[in-house]
């Protein structure tokens, strides 16, 4: 028998999933090492691969900025500054970051974390001194909130706040690596809060020392 009620088919809204450069989730670059290669040795992260896939997005609306993040399967995260529009000829800053370690975070550190720990001047990580990027009139810089909107290969969608701050130390060709940490909190399959401290570290690329290969 026919169905004459048939349920009208409402078409969802398509994802639009950060993209810039060429680069986007499925793509992936190719970095150039070479002009990178004396100072190698000088960073916390030794090993870094030539050809990177990307695995996941990300976007953080700053307002002045955004921050387009792309996920590698080397363990490490692009990310691309934009500012006055997501084009390439908006881009500011590329940073190729990798991941050192996830610190698991108790409710009761939390605070303590973002008022104490993770905006001092100086951070020192891994035997060496990291300088804080970001000025402050007070000695304690508190960390600066943001929302990261994080996309796959599939339309889910996901959210975590952080609160980050940016460290940098001077290496022996006059570059810097930076330090990046990230108290990030999301709720779980329970809706309960989770907190973690990310560390990463990276170092500053020019367009030309990367070559995207769709």
Known sequence: MFNLFKKKQVDKPSIQKPEVMGLCIGSSFDIDKLSFQLILDQLVIKDVADTQLIQAAGKVDLGSSILLRFYTD???WL????EGGVAEENVV?????HYFDTLHVNTSEWNTLLNQKIGVPVYVFEGHEYQRVWTS????HPP???QEETFDETNEISKTDQFVMLFER?????SFEQLYLSGEETLNDSNQLE??????????L??????VNG
């Open 170 to 174: 001077e290496l022996g060709d006059g």
């Open 93 to 97: 800053d590329v940073t190729l970051f």
């Open 137 to 140: 009139t007070t000695e304690y």
């Open 206 to 211: 020019s367009p030309t020392q990367i070559r």
């Open 79 to 82: 990310q691309v500054v934009c």
């Open 195 to 204: 907190h973690c401290l990310v560390i990463s570290t990276g170092i500053k």
């Open 144 to 146: 600066v909130a943001m």
């Open 74 to 76: 080397d363990e490490a």
